[in-house]
């Protein structure tokens, strides 16, 4: 499967919300027919870049896909962009929020420098 990747901007901007969290664990959920939001991960959120407005705060469960190769490894901090919608958090592989130069789908955080996370403060400005 090939997928398309947005630029890190456009990518904010797409996102109902952008944090840095750290994986505390996930579960697949194989009875899940369309592989969609069949992955089950509960994160800690380090720092809450965006989010929806009707939202106090994040929710530590956010849903993914086992598609696309969104292979994420408990207890290391990404910085994860998704959607927002029937009361879920979502997340996959296509539209994160990244520096160019990291050829991976998803960013661990410690690969980011602090310039790209400054930059990424100013997109909604």
Known sequence: ?????????????DADWVSHVKLVSQVTDESVRSNTDNVRYVVEHIEVFKKPAALDALSTELFGSTLGDFMLEDGKEYLLTGKYY????????????????????????????????EE???YES
């Open 1 to 13: 499967m090939r997928l398309l990747i947005k630029r890190s901007k456009e990518a904010y901007l």
């Open 86 to 117: 029937d009361g879920k958090l979502s997340c996959t592989a296509f539209g994160q929020v990244k520096p160019e130069e990291i050829e991976h789908l998803v960013a661990e955080w410690n690969q980011i420098p602090a310039s790209f996370i």
């Open 120 to 122: 990424m403060k100013t």
